[in-house]
T-cell receptor, first 108, second 113 residues
Framework: GIQVEQSPPDLILQEGANSTLRCNFS?????LQWFHQNPWGQLINLFY???GTKQNGRLSATTVATERYSLLYISSSQTTDSGVYFC??????????FGAGTRLFVKA | NAGVTQTPKFQVLKTGQSMTLQCAQD?????MYWYRQDPGMGLRLIYY???????DKGEVPNGYNVSRLNKREFSLRLESAAPSQTSVYFC????????????FGPGTRLTVT
């Protein structure tokens, strides 16, 4: 089946720094979504981005479907950005495959 | 709009006990999903319901059953709980056509002793 790899697995940033999180997938997918899981366990939708680039405030995402990767950019990080960032891919039908996540800690 | 709601929030079971996790959505979505999340891992799909009246197995269906009660509600049942089913369970919903963006409930933390 399709493999989803996220990197880096862990990331520590000083508040105000920028970062790039990567999601690689081993086969073509129909859709891709980025989530933030906050320290209380809540899953928050960030982007639904099967291809192209989207921006929402300090966050932006780019998916290059033909090269099988997606990037999540966080600029001017804040302590509230801490948590785990997941990408999820939809290879076809309704099945969803999640990556293992990138655990981010932003220091004040 | 409450979005996706789940009950209960926490539950402790003894091995062999049964229970049903409830999920409801008020976004008029056709598709609903159940996932489990184990420590340090991403979510894994247990079952999904593409539309009212249909259910299908996901990646890890063994030990679970589901019921799509109506368009709003999708329940997950553990008939005989095992310690390996200790996990956090998430319900999600989405539209059946593009965009397929999934929206998640707050989760149920289940411990089986």
């Amino acid at each position: 089946g399709i493999q989803v790899e996220q990197s880096p697995p862990d990331l520590i940033l000083q508040e105000g720094a920028n970062s790039t999180l990567r999601c690689n997938f081993s086969d073509s997918v129909n859709n891709l979504q980025w989530f933030h899981q906050n320290p209380w366990g809540q899953l928050i939708n960030l982007f639904y981005i099967p291809s192209g680039t989207k921006q929402n405030g300090r966050l932006s995402a780019t998916t290059v479907a033909t090269e099988r990767y997606s990037l999540l950019y966080i600029s001017s990080s804040q302590t509230t950005d801490s948590g785990v960032y997941f990408c999820a891919v939809y290879p076809g039908g309704f099945k969803t495959i999640f990556g293992a996540g990138t655990r981010l800690f932003v220091k004040a | 709009n409450a979005g996706v709601t789940q009950t209960p929030k926490f539950q402790v079971l003894k091995t062999g006990q049964s229970m049903t996790l409830q999920c409801a959505q008020d976004m008029n979505h056709n598709s609903m999903y159940w996932y489990r999340q184990d420590p340090g891992m991403g979510l894994r799909l247990i079952y999904y319901s593409a539309s009212e009246g249909t259910t299908d197995k996901g990646e890890v269906p063994n030990g679970y059953n589901v019921s799509r009660l109506n368009k709003r509600e999708f329940s997950l049942r553990l008939e005989s709980a095992a310690p390996s089913q200790t996990s956090v369970y998430f319900c999600a919903s989405s539209e059946v056509r593009a965009p397929y963006e999934q929206y998640f409930g707050p989760g149920t933390r289940l411990t089986v002793t």
